[in-house]
């Protein structure tokens, strides 16, 4: 169990961490980091299809404007570590860490607006003297300290939480398990409601449901579909752009027909005068 | 229009050295009152280096950065432009350049360039990327993260090259010029178009419920629920989830309620024998 928890340590590290470094890579989202966690605990497959399960639950968990509501990289370190060390079913440990995705948010949430302040004052003297190699290093530093601290607290999570969360699981009855399963079904829901809401224009509510059709009843693969999508997309965008600049000839065209009147005006009032 | 053109050997080199530092701008964490205050001082460096020569007017540039500052990772590198041409501006004008100007167009900036920003690269292609990605995956292939990490970082690197070298040869007019056109409406409309459907997609292959309720009429075999919700509209159970839990959020709802309520959902149908 140590060389798991020290496996999902350094999975942290490299992709939650790394992420940061790396532009927002993304390699800290599930899909990836549930590969990674599962290659190096040698089970590439089960990471695979856990990493793929949480990116659909999680897929809403965007951290918009700065507001965590959830850490999908820790839920998806723990759930591919204690699926492969344990003998718990791979459903059951996506729904078990889902909870402590939203629970380590409220940890980081804490660390980030209490601990991390300690840097702001710092931060303004550098500044303020032309520190920049003091600033540089703080820049780094409060990065270092911050995922350092998730590291460890995933090391603890694995290291503690697998004999605790395997027990739970055998006394779970078969219905409340069935219900568990469903809910791991249904929670992605609510990860595309959320990017729904950023999205959502009622005109444009239609496309949704041709995406739906087109998945469910011709089965057709999400490269199908985005391609069908960019067609639609650049016939719209032509057809909106020739509608914009007709209504902008036609602005212009009144402009210079009224013009045109004024003067026809002013000659037959010069003409009467 | 070629956006190189007139730049020299020595700035395209500062704003490649900007671009650059810019993937490493989201690292620091110090608290609300900062927010990636030190990330975009620290890509502002090559640029207040160049044009500053005293060590008081290092110090005044670096103090005005040191402020509150956030906004969507590559789409912002258009403000580290901008605001970079301002420097440029002001270190030539001297004290008839209002620095004040300088901080208003950058927080000005930051709240519409993060609104097309993560519509842009949360919302759209992220959500391609893991579309195609998670298929793969599910499949066991090593090919779903690859494809995923690829098809979102592709463009998200190039935009964050090509948006500092637009955002400093265009300067501080170029966001209300692209507003004024149009361009921007067109652009947002195609992009939420594409991103719907790729939700509706989303929504398919992924939110799965199945109930195992039989109805046993007489003595014939009991006839399972599921397959007369399927031939009334496949699917019809996720897709009502789904838009119930959109409209949920839309009203404001907390997100981690509407997460909470599905869990409670599922395992009242568990106990109860739906599913």
Redesign the interface.
């Known amino acids: 169990m140590l060389k798991a928890a020290l496996i999902a340590m350094l999975v942290m590290l490299l992709c939650y961490a790394g992420s940061?470094?790396?532009?927002?890579?993304?390699?800290d989202?599930p899909?990836?980091i549930g590969?990674?966690t599962g290659l190096f605990l040698g089970n590439?497959?089960l990471g695979?299809?856990i990493?793929?399960?949480l990116?659909?639950v999680f897929?809403?968990a965007?951290n918009?404007?700065?507001v965590i509501?959830?850490e999908p990289a820790i839920a998806t370190v723990l759930a591919v570590t204690f699926a492969v060390t344990t003998n718990i079913s791979q459903k059951a440990a996506v729904t078990l860490t889902?909870?402590i995705g939203?629970l380590a948010a409220f940890v980081l949430l804490a660390?980030?607006?209490?601990v991390?302040?300690i840097?702001?004052p710092i931060?303004?003297k550098?500044?303020?003297?032309?520190n920049?190699k003091g600033?540089?290093f703080?820049?780094?530093l409060?990065?270092f300290?911050?995922y350092g601290i998730y590291a460890v607290m995933t090391f603890i999570g694995v290291y503690a939480g697998s004999s605790a969360i395997s027990s739970l699981v055998k006394f779970i009855p078969q219905?409340?398990?069935?219900?568990?399963?469903?809910?791991g079904?249904?929670?992605?829901?609510?990860g595309?409601?959320?990017?729904?809401?950023?999205?959502?224009?009622n005109k444009?509510?239609v496309?949704?449901?041709?995406?739906?059709?087109?998945?469910?009843?011709l089965n057709?693969?999400?490269?199908a579909?985005?391609c069908?999508?960019?067609a639609?997309?650049?016939v719209?965008?032509f057809r909106?752009?020739d509608i914009?600049d007709l209504k902008k000839k036609k602005s212009t065209m009144a402009t210079k027909v009224n013009s045109n009147l004024d003067q026809k005006q002013q000659e037959e009032e010069d003409f009467f005068a | 229009m070629k956006i190189t053109e007139n730049l020299s050997k020595e700035e395209k080199k500062m704003l490649n050295s900007m671009s650059l530092r810019s993937f490493a701008m989201h690292a620091d964490r110090m608290g609300p009152s900062k927010f990636h205050a030190s990330g975009f001082t620290f890509c502002m460096l090559p640029a207040i280096n160049r044009f500053y020569k005293t060590t008081k007017d290092k110090e005044a540039a670096l103090t005005r950065h040191v402020q509150w500052y956030n906004c969507t990772p590559h789409a912002e590198n258009l403000i580290l432009g901008i605001v970079a041409s301002m420097e440029k501006e002001k270190s030539l004008r001297g004290d008839d350049f209002d620095d004040q100007s300088i901080t208003a167009v950058k927080t000005s900036l930051m709240g519409p360039l993060s609104g097309i920003g993560d519509t842009f690269f949360q919302g759209i292609l992220r959500v391609i990327a893991a579309s195609i990605g998670i298929g793969l995956s599910m499949q066991g292939s090593i090919m779903g993260p690859i494809l995923f990490l690829l098809i979102y970082n592709i463009p998200a690197v190039f935009l964050s090259f090509y948006l500092t070298y637009v955002g400093y040869s265009l300067g501080s007019t170029f966001i209300q010029r692209v507003y004024e056109s149009g361009g921007m409406q067109i652009l947002t409309k195609a992009a939420s178009t594409l991103g719907l459907l790729m939700m509706g997609c989303m929504t398919a292959m992924n939110v799965k419920f199945k109930t195992t309720i039989a109805l046993s009429i007489g003595k014939g075999k009991p006839i399972a629920l599921q397959g007369y919700l399927d031939q009334l509209f496949k699917g019809l159970v996720p897709l009502l989830i789904t838009v119930g839990c959109f409209y949920l959020l839309r009203k404001r709802v907390n997100i981690n309620w509407v997460m909470l309520g599905i869990f409670i959902l599922s395992i009242v149908l568990g106990l109860i024998g739906v599913v």
Not at chain 1, 20 to 27: D, E, M, Q
Not at chain 1, 220 to 223: D, R
């Open positions: 940061y470094l790396t532009g927002n890579s993304y390699i989202r899909i990836v590969a990674v590439l497959k695979l299809t990493g793929a399960t990116e659909a897929m809403g965007l918009v404007g700065g509501s959830s889902i909870p939203v660390l980030k607006n209490g991390m302040i840097f702001a931060l303004d550098f500044a303020a003297t032309n920049q600033l540089i703080i820049h780094f409060s990065w300290i911050y219905n409340l398990m069935a219900g568990l399963n469903t809910a079904g249904l929670l992605p829901a609510v595309f409601a959320t990017l729904m809401k950023i999205l959502w224009a444009l509510a496309f949704y449901l041709l995406g739906f059709v087109l998945t469910i009843y057709l693969p999400a490269v579909i985005a069908i999508g960019i639609i997309v650049v719209m965008a909106d752009k914009l």
